[in-house]
């Protein structure tokens, strides 16, 4: 055996090529327990062979791949408690998801919430009994064979489906084995603090026309304070729902007559109005030409851009005169049309088109959830025609943009992941590298860090994404910025370069909120309604205590809206306090109380959102007021 070196955090050592994990942890004597570890960018069970060296970095429960395994490995002892204590059931597929992980079963009758307390109580059995988890790699043959002797006619379905060159892996802990690529835990020991959620329907690889299945949701930590605390984050997160907090501010609906549609109300579609105002003013700064383009177009355009062959599941189809057509799910194609109506010289690029599309996806009815899981919805879409020498520029605008965007709104923490290229791809290597290291320099010339995630690219661009971090903790991916080699050659873009010949540009597609629905359901669950005055729908109540004050307050009123204040006035002959409690409810952000003593005065009394009070003179308040108007980040006041 020749020997190799790893590169630790804080040491480089020499080991005999096919070493495993765990003599490494031995070797280096690790103060905690790891449960895998990674070779450059590549994770692999403590029971792996090292067979070549470099950058080596154990995993710890802790970690966030830590904690991906620990789920992975709790759906494998899900599987296996439900075999022990239900054996007729068949085991099917069993992933992490975000926060858990579930399983899905098919089993004669309904689980029921005490099936689910035997479960997780026979799950705390098998880690009692700290099973050792072996992975087995096995020949397709020998592993169609393996679950055809115990019946599991759907782990042989996924088999049949793996591709040729696949390699084919089981583990094993106990009495029960599973399909799957790892990696896992050593030991069910490891998993310490897990706890069973919900039961609920599902289908067979998703296809509503597939056997119904039953879905077993749970999640898993490193530990049980970490357990306790999700489960605080997960009430606090009801109480902040924006479903509830809509009503509360009159803002939308979603009727059955339209499901995964929205009907917004007054205050709700001045919020919405005031997002696209101000994200089109930023787009017309970074020099954004505004186009929009029909919601409907022919079915052979989607065939062109490789839509139908790929989201057609997700499309919503319709046919006039014998011709067929598909409301659009994205903008991309609309906005090649618009490009390639004139002949563009490379001192043209870059071209930036900018369109709040509306689209419409399929999604089934079960994954619909207020605004953030819609099927009609708008996207503040864009996309860029450049040179390829423009695309680290072009990429280093638009995340500054998307930086003052989400600081606008109050997101300060935000990450980026760049994903390259994946194993399936269209473009030369040549094309790849040029388009990721400009993707990459772009990055590095931020003060924000960013991850690389390594072959999760699109396969016709590399690409970058943008999650925010809520108050509770929660990251949801809103932006991205995507490279595409392969659309504008499809549907005929090109330029004319320096030297008279016909180019293809390179298409960048972007967003920095996504949809405008599902942004805006984030923004009220992090704000808990409380959003900043320049795009609170309602932004002062003036209320009277006493009919003989109204002539002043009408005064106030007919101030605060010269300057562009959105203000009503509660006039109606009831208590102040009933005033006050129901546009708390609103979240109003200011409230004004007009008395006998401000009358006299020629003051206001305002109570704040963090219900602290302050007198002041109307003409000093206004003066406040302006300057709150307008958000930040913008040369001049929304237009």
């Keep these: 055996m020749t020997g190799i070196k790893l590169r630790l955090s804080d040491q480089t050592i020499e080991v005999q090529r096919g070493i495993i994990g765990y003599e490494v942890a031995k070797q280096v004597k690790s103060a905690h327990s790891p449960i895998a570890f990674k070779l450059g960018q590549q994770l692999y069970d403590l029971s792996s062979a090292v067979q070549e060296g470099g950058d080596f970095t154990f995993v710890f429960p802790e970690d966030p791949e830590g904690t991906e395994i620990l789920r992975h490995s709790s759906a494998h002892l899900l599987a296996q408690a439900v075999k022990r204590l239900f054996p007729s059931a068949q085991v099917t597929i069993g992933p992490v998801i975000e926060d858990g992980f579930y399983y899905d ?10 099936d689910l307390t035997a479960i997780e109580a026979e799950m705390q059995v098998i880690v009692k009994d700290k099973l050792p988890v072996k992975r087995l790699v096995v020949s397709r043959a020998q592993a169609i064979e393996k679950f055809k002797q115990i019946g599991e006619h759907f782990k042989v379905e996924i088999i049949k489906d793996l591709p040729a060159d696949e390699v084919i892996s089981i583990y094993e802990q106990g009495e029960f084995f599973d399909l799957c690529r790892g990696p896992h ?52 997160a009801k109480a902040r729902d924006h479903r ?41 700064q970074q020099g954004y030409q505004v186009i929009q383009t029909p919601q409907v177009l022919d079915g052979d355009l989607w065939e062109k851009s490789g839509h139908k062959s790929k989201f ?31 002949l563009k010289s490379y001192r043209n690029l870059p071209v930036r088109y900018a369109e709040f599309g509306r689209v419409h996806r399929n999604e089934p009815s079960g994954t619909l959830q207020g605004l953030m899981r819609l099927r009609g919805f708008v996207q503040d879409d864009g996309h860029i025609f450049c040179l390829p ?31 390259t290229r994946p194993k399936v791809r269209v473009g030369d290597d040549a094309v790849w590298d040029q388009a990721e290291s400009a993707l990459q320099t772009a990055l590095d010339q931020q003060d924000i860090a960013w991850e690389l995630n390594p072959g999760e690219g699109a396969f016709y661009g590399p690409k970058v994404e943008f999650s925010l971090k809520d108050c509770l903790g929660r990251v949801w991916q809103c932006g991205t910025v995507q490279l595409d080699f392969l659309m504008p050659e499809r549907l005929g873009a090109s330029y004319v370069d320096e030297k008279s010949q016909k180019k293809v540009p390179v298409m960048l597609h972007r967003a920095i909120l996504g949809s405008l629905e599902r942004f805006l359901g984030i923004l009220l669950e992090n704000t808990n309604g409380h959003l900043p005055f320049w795009l609170a729908p309602e932004q002062v109540m003036v209320m009277t205590i006493h009919p003989d004050h109204q002539n002043y307050a009408q005064a106030v009123v007919r101030k605060l809206r010269q300057i562009g204040i959105r203000v009503s006035l509660d006039d109606r002959p009831e208590k102040i306090g009933l005033k006050v409690r129901e546009a708390t409810i609103r979240r109003v952000y200011y409230l004004v109380t007009i008395g006998q003593k401000e009358v006299e005065k020629q003051v206001v009394t305002i109570r704040d959102q963090q219900g602290d009070h302050q007198q002041i003179s109307l003409d000093q308040w206004t003066e406040q007021l302006m300057s709150l108007k307008h958000p930040p980040g913008l040369i001049g006041p929304i237009s």
């Design 185 to 236: 835990v050593p030991n069910t020991r490891f998993l310490k603090a897990f706890q069973l959620t919900k039961v609920s329907g599902s289908y067979w690889r998703g296809d509503a026309k597939g056997k119904p299945l039953q879905r077993i949701y749970g999640t898993a930590f490193a530990n049980k304070e970490a357990l306790k605390a999700y489960f605080v984050r997960l009430e606090q």
């Design 389 to 419: 020498s423009q695309i680290t520029d072009e990429v280093r605008r638009f995340v500054e943009q998307v930086k003052t965007t989400y600081q606008a709104f109050g997101f300060d923490q935000f990450s980026m992941k760049l994903s």
């Design 105 to 114: 079963f098919d089993y004669e009758r309904a689980f029921t919430p005490e």
């Design 244 to 284: 509830l907090i809509a009503k509360k501010m009159h803002l939308f609906h979603i009727d059955p007559s339209a499901p995964g549609m929205v009907f917004w109300h007054p205050n709700g579609q001045m919020i919405y109005q005031l997002l696209m105002d101000y994200v089109g003013q930023l787009n017309r």
């Design 312 to 342: 057609s599941d997700d499309m919503f189809f319709l046919s006039s005169e014998g011709r067929d057509y598909a409301l659009k799910p994205m903008s991309c194609p609309c906005h090649i049309k618009v490009f390639n109506q004139s």
